[in-house]
């Protein structure tokens, strides 16, 4: 079984359309200055979704809702393939208060849906960004 990295796309509704929040690393050397969706790895015996809520918890100091209809941002097989034989499954979430960038990252940055591709992601969320723009669009319609 393949390690499960859990992980949130966070979105919040600005003036100018839903936006997703994007994380920069800040390590280990080989990712660092790239993006991601912010979460990490779920510990033994601990169950997926409150791994989330934990590691959102420590990287951001936030609390967040699981964005009711949606759920699980899901890839062909459910969970996204990683390069090293990791799994992530990733929620679409809205925050209960404002991410404070921690430890775990140099940046944070709200991205609009025509917007994802301005930052260099990690190369296992690139399949991720078209789904997810098409998400944005349904979930920013009136
Ligand atoms: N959080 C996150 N990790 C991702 C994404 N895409 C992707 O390939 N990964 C990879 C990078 C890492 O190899 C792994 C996540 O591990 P991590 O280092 O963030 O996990 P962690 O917070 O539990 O870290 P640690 O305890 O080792 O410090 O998954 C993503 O969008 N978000």
Redesign the pocket.
């Known amino acids: 079984m393949s390690a499960l990295?859990v992980?949130a796309a966070i979105f919040a509704h600005s003036p100018r359309g839903l936006r997703v929040l994007a994380a920069q690393r800040s390590y280990p050397q080989e990712?660092a200055g790239l993006w991601?969706?912010?979460?990490?790895?779920v510990e033994p015996g601990e169950d997926p979704e409150s791994a989330l809520r934990r590691?959102l918890r420590e990287e951001l100091g936030i609390e967040v809702s699981i964005a009711a209809g949606v759920g699980v941002v899901a890839g062909p097989d459910g969970d996204w393939t990683?390069?090293?034989e990791?799994r992530?499954r990733l929620w679409a979430a809205y925050a209960k208060g404002e991410p404070r960038l921690g430890q775990?990252h140099t940046a944070l940055r709200w991205l609009g849906e025509s917007d994802l591709e301005s930052v260099p992601w990690?190369e296992?969320?690139l399949q991720i960004l078209s789904p997810l723009a098409r998400l944005m669009r349904s979930l920013g319609r009136p």
């Open positions: 990295i992980a990712l991601e969706f912010p979460g990490g790895k590691e990683l390069p090293g990791r992530m775990s990690l296992g969320d």
